[in-house]
């Protein structure tokens, strides 16, 4: 993959800070969108090269609607051609929501008194993973809140908690963490207990807006959250996820400025971010903030269509926060996980029966609270392979995202085998009989299609499927 750096007014250090909202403005304001520029564009994307800032402000001042659509065709091409019909699932478990911070947006916020705070014990913990497990997860992401209860050393005590808990054949085999940004030395301790992803959102990246929302607490420090995952680089920690939450400003400058991230990380460590996420609002208990930079559904369909053509190689997280016919809508272009039976009230795994949300004992409102497998079986009704798979991070082939992009041949050696392989688990374990029976045959149409497509391994996917028909789990390539 090319990838031809733009020369910015912040040169690219490690640890230092690197965004000039007015050098991003000035690539929005200065850009022109041509018909022909916009196709170029999209062309380059589909030849597997990253977009610098600039071809990435062509797409976002396209507003043409015709020109939208061949965006949105262009970031459906990429996709499909690229990543196939894979979705990778996971789920959150929030661990703790005290937080000495003031974030407008959030219903953690220290200043919402109402908020029910809590921290799970190691037997809560193990017992919402085993209701998680029990429903056939393997990914799950753990959230914090930002206080001194949450250390690393305590972040690292719970990832360890969650992998120790077996059920049955249950077990999760990637945590990925969504906590307050730690020191270098941190962010070791919490890699050493076997991490996949760490995200750090920076919610807005405009400086200015960035002071308006964030009131009170360590994460007023602009810049501290913005070199964040420098400091897990330093560490060794170069699996992260970036994202911005949109909302808070202009989405324009939001969408290049996670481009601009993505270019800091590769030009200072030689690795972009391993995920981006997109979060929009929604409503929480004590939220301060009006709906002037509040993104609809078309321009959230744009943003997510230009960032798969803007950053090719990485991943896109789409979670329940929003409605299930967004999330159809959006997988198209590009999103490749999502979250599936997702509660967010501390405890609630184990004990609620999809009860209505009590916004004092959880952090905003959910659009999609579907169970994993009425979400497994709309995918499959719609022609995706769910997906559990955990194999490239557990064998030490880390970048797994660029590869799949970069290295031919490497879906469909390993991530097309690997998803049909714990999407065979999954209809062994847990799925109730109709679910099995979708589920086999998009098992045996993913084959014939790799078998048509020339692909030697068939023979060995369907001697590991029949291993697992026989009991034996945790198979893969
Ligand atoms: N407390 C840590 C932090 O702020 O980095 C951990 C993450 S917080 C629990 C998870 C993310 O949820 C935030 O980074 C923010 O982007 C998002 N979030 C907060 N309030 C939200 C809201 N009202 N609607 C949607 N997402 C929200
Ligand atoms: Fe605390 Fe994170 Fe919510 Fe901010 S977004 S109030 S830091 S939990």
């Not at 959102?201 to 964040?228: C, I, M, V």
């Not at 324009?252 to 981006?276: D, K, W």
């Not at 509040?294 to 269509?305: E, G, H, K, N, S």
């Not at 997906?387 to 390993?414: D, N, Q, W």
Request: overall charge neutral.
């Amino acid at each position: 993959m090319k990838f031809t750096p733009e020369r910015y007014s912040i040169a690219d250090k490690r640890m230092q800070p690197f965004i000039d909202a007015d050098e991003i403005w000035g690539f929005i304001r200065e850009t022109r969108s041509t018909k022909e520029r916009v196709r170029q564009v999209i062309q380059k994307s589909l030849n597997k090269e990253r977009l610098s800032l600039a071809d990435t402000a062509v797409l976002v001042n396209a507003t043409d609607p015709e020109l939208v659509e061949e965006i949105k065709e262009g970031a459906r091409l990429l996709k499909e051609k690229v990543y196939g019909n894979r979705i990778v699932l996971f789920a959150p478990l929030y661990i703790g929501n005290k937080c000495t911070n003031d974030c407008r947006y959030c219903g953690f916020r220290v200043s919402n008194r109402d908020a029910v705070r809590k921290t799970l014990s190691d037997e809560e913990i193990i017992s919402e993973v085993e209701a998680l497990e029990d429903n056939g997860q393997k990914r799950l992401i753990l959230v914090y809140g930002e206080h001194p209860d949450y250390g690393p050393e305590y972040i690292a005590h719970t990832v360890k908690t969650v992998y120790d808990v077996k059920k049955g054949n249950g077990e999760i085999r990637r945590v990925n963490i969504n906590a307050a940004p730690l020191e270098v030395e941190g962010f070791r301790k919490v890699l050493d207990s076997g991490i996949g992803t760490y995200q750090v959102f920076q919610e807005t990246y405009h400086p200015e807006a960035y002071k308006e929302y964030h009131l009170g607490g360590k994460k007023k420090d602009y810049n501290y959250r913005l070199t964040s995952l420098d400091r897990a680089q330093e560490a060794g920690l170069d699996d992260v996820g970036i994202g911005a939450l949109f909302g808070l400003y202009d989405w324009r400058f939001e969408t290049l400025a996670l481009v601009r991230h993505t270019s800091h990380l590769e030009a200072c460590y030689n690795v972009g971010p391993h995920t981006i996420s997109f979060p929009r609002i929604q409503s929480a208990a004590s939220i301060g903030i009006t709906d002037k930079y509040m993104v609809d559904d078309p321009t959230f369909t744009r943003i997510i269509a230009i960032l798969r053509l803007a950053v090719p190689y990485t991943g896109l997280i789409l979670t329940a926060r929003e409605n299930p016919a967004v999330r159809k809508e959006v997988m198209r272009f590009g999103v490749s996980q999502i979250d599936g039976g997702t509660k967010l009230e501390l405890g609630s795994y184990k004990t609620s029966v999809n009860e209505d949300q009590d916004l004092n004992k959880e952090q905003f409102m959910i659009n999609d609270s579907r169970s994993l497998n009425q979400i497994i079986d709309e995918l499959l009704d719609d022609g995706y392979l769910p997906s559990f798979c955990t194999a490239c991070y557990r064998l030490g082939r880390t970048g797994e995202h660029f590869m799949e992009f970069s290295v031919p041949g490497f879906i469909k050696r390993y991530c097309s085998p690997n998803a049909i392989l714990t999407l065979a688990e999954y209809l062994m374990d847990y799925a109730p009989e109709e679910t099995k029976r979708k589920g086999w045959k998009v098992v045996e149409e993913n084959l014939q299609n790799l078998e048509k497509n020339g692909h030697k391994n068939v023979p060995a996917i369907r001697k590991k499927i029949e291993k697992i028909k026989k009991g034996e789990r945790d198979v893969y390539f």
